[in-house]
């Protein structure tokens, strides 16, 4: 269950199409062992079937995770979010707070920043067949298991979806309408924004004039920096627009961070978490594991509505993983690296960088033993939080036999 994954078949040599000459070296990303995080016996609150969205960060010497617990993936007034900490980089937990609305509680933040460790959530509805964004709240830490009263930011329809510090501000991409998402009679278009704020309460554009970077399809947004200051960006475009339905890549030129440039991909990128490796643009994200891997089918037959009910229907069905990927950034283009555990119900990572060309990835899964399940399968059931390395290293082309 606990295998040491060594990805050394993938090069940037293979990535380009040319073959590698004497000396040469390619940067090769290699998984360590997974550990088990939650649940566990000796966790110091009580955890339902199902562990699934999660935050983690390092804030003033300890490590913190928050993490939904509830009886299924699906809403429901039973969900719990936790924040627990640890001093001794998680050998021991302590409990630090627990949120229950009496309703669903998801997209945990945990944001270190200016001194201060802050916890953003967004509260949902109840109903397990609808997606009721209901606003966004964020609390402090004051000290050892005492926070502040949740106090409410962003407008109520605004889903954060990767919040990080970043030059002294923090940022984040986000996304308003995704109420609508689900709703084949009322479908408006999403708008994906990209704000910035020095406290953490109020938020302004990033780019003036650009508050709203991207509208159609596009909900769940993350991304990075090239080394000469290129954006690049993901988004889910699970709602669809003229171009069909999946993903976007996009990228924005340093002088001008505001006017993004995008391509369709048929592919749906779940969960998107992007870095930036040895001048390589990197992402963890959820894969369909079907024959080319495509949310949108290529069917022209039916108005888009349908379409995307079809999609959605065909999608459920079908078994995950959760991925590293390559970008890049010249074609706009994705390709599957590797797969990292996980099986069902799975993908919604998060980063502990660890340092240079080490990182920590956190992400839940259902049991990855026994019969393949699909998604929907996996989501009734229970699921599990690991963490597990990833280093990229420089290795000889040689070395591995190519």
């Not at 039973?78 to 949120?99: A, F, I, K, P």
């Not at 003229?242 to 592919?267: H, M, N, Q, Y």
């Not at 079809?310 to 459920?316: G, K, M, V």
Request: with cysteine; aromatic share 10%; hydrophobic share 35%.
């Amino acid at each position: 269950m606990n295998p040491v994954i060594s990805l050394l078949a993938v090069s940037v040599l293979a990535l380009m199409g040319c073959e590698p000459t004497g000396g040469a070296t390619v940067l090769v990303p290699t998984l360590g062992e997974m550990e088990i995080v939650v649940p566990r016996s000796d966790l110091p609150v009580v955890t339902q079937d199902a562990n699934n969205n999660l935050s983690v960060i390092d804030h003033e010497g300890d490590l913190f995770l928050a993490f939904r617990t509830a009886p299924t993936h699906f809403a429901s007034d039973e969900v719990q979010m936790h924040v627990l900490r640890s001093d001794d980089d998680g050998e021991n937990w302590t409990h630090e707070l627990t949120v229950d609305l009496d309703t669903d509680v998801r997209e945990p933040q945990l944001v270190s920043h200016g001194g201060e460790l802050r916890l953003y959530y967004a509260e949902l509805g109840s109903s397990p067949s609808a997606f009721e964004p209901a606003g966004t709240w964020t609390q402090s830490r004051l000290a050892p298991a005492q926070w502040s009263d949740a106090s409410a930011v962003f407008e109520p329809t605004f889903i954060p979806w990767r919040i990080r510090s970043v030059d002294g501000l923090l940022q984040v991409f986000g996304y308003s309408g995704g109420e609508n998402i689900y709703d084949l009679d009322e479908r408006e278009p999403i708008q994906v924004r990209w704000l910035q704020s020095e406290e953490g309460l109020s938020w302004e554009p990033v780019i003036p004039g650009h508050e709203v970077v991207l509208e159609g399809g596009g909900s769940e947004t993350d991304a990075a920096f090239t080394e000469d200051g290129t954006l690049v960006a993901i988004v889910r475009n699970e709602a669809g627009d003229e171009d069909g339905f999946g993903s976007k890549v996009c990228t924005a030129p340093p002088e001008s961070l505001g006017t993004w440039t995008c391509s369709s991909d048929p592919r749906k990128f779940d969960s998107p978490l992007v870095l930036q490796e040895g001048g390589r643009i990197w992402m963890v994200a959820r894969r369909n594991l079907t024959a080319d891997g495509h949310f949108d089918l290529g069917h022209d037959d039916a108005e888009a509505q349908t379409l995307f009910l079809r999609y959605q229907l065909d999608y459920w069905q079908q078994p995950k993983r959760c991925s590293l990927w390559e970008i890049d950034p010249e074609s706009r283009t994705v390709r599957w690296e590797a797969d990292l555990p996980g099986r069902g119900d799975t993908c919604f990572p998060d980063e502990r960088p660890l340092g240079p060309g080490h990182w920590e990835i956190w992400n839940y899964s259902s049991a990855l033993e026994g019969e393949e399940p699909s998604w929907l399968d996996g989501q009734n059931n229970p699921t599990f939080i690991y963490r597990m390395e990833v280093r990229f290293e420089e290795q000889a082309s040689d070395a591995l036999g190519t």
